[in-house]
């Protein structure tokens, strides 16, 4: 079992930025990727950023394609979404999740992944 713990969000102001982190503990072992999601009032859960694992490879969404960065401290077992030049449109409960293993889906899907945090709210106001 793996628990995901997030933190770092916040109110700010178009422009600004956070870093979000994810906490990991329990069986963290093989991690096979991790990623961020969010998901806005009224819509779907989306594909924000994820790590493959083996590779330190990352992907992003389009849309945060330049200003986000996702990166890992093994060490610490925590995973940080770092989120530069905030746009009112980035306002969403944030997730990261874990995925332990492949499932047949890439890495930028959602049902890849076997753990979820709780979420953390950003909102960036205009």
């Known amino acids: 079992q793996v628990q995901l713990v997030e933190s770092g969000g916040g109110l700010v102001q178009a422009g600004d930025s956070l870093r979000l982190s994810c906490a990991a503990s329990?069986?963290?072992?093989?991690?096979?990727?991790v990623g961020w999601f969010r998901q806005a009032p009224g819509k779907e859960r989306e594909f924000v950023a994820s790590?493959?694992?083996?590779?330190?490879?990352?992907y992003y969404a389009d849309s945060v394609k330049g200003r986000f960065t996702i990166s890992r401290d093994n060490a610490k077992n925590t995973v940080y979404l770092l989120m530069n030049s905030l746009k009112p449109e980035d306002t969403a409960n944030y997730y990261c999740?874990?995925?332990?293993?492949?499932?047949?889906?890439?890495?930028?899907?959602?049902?890849?992944?076997?753990?979820w945090g709780q979420g953390t709210q950003v909102t960036v106001s205009s």
């Open positions: 790590l493959l694992g083996s590779t330190g490879n990352t």
């Open positions: 999740a874990f995925a332990t293993r492949p499932r047949g889906f890439g890495i930028t899907v959602a049902r890849q992944y076997d753990y």
């Open positions: 329990g069986r963290t072992f093989s991690t096979y990727a």
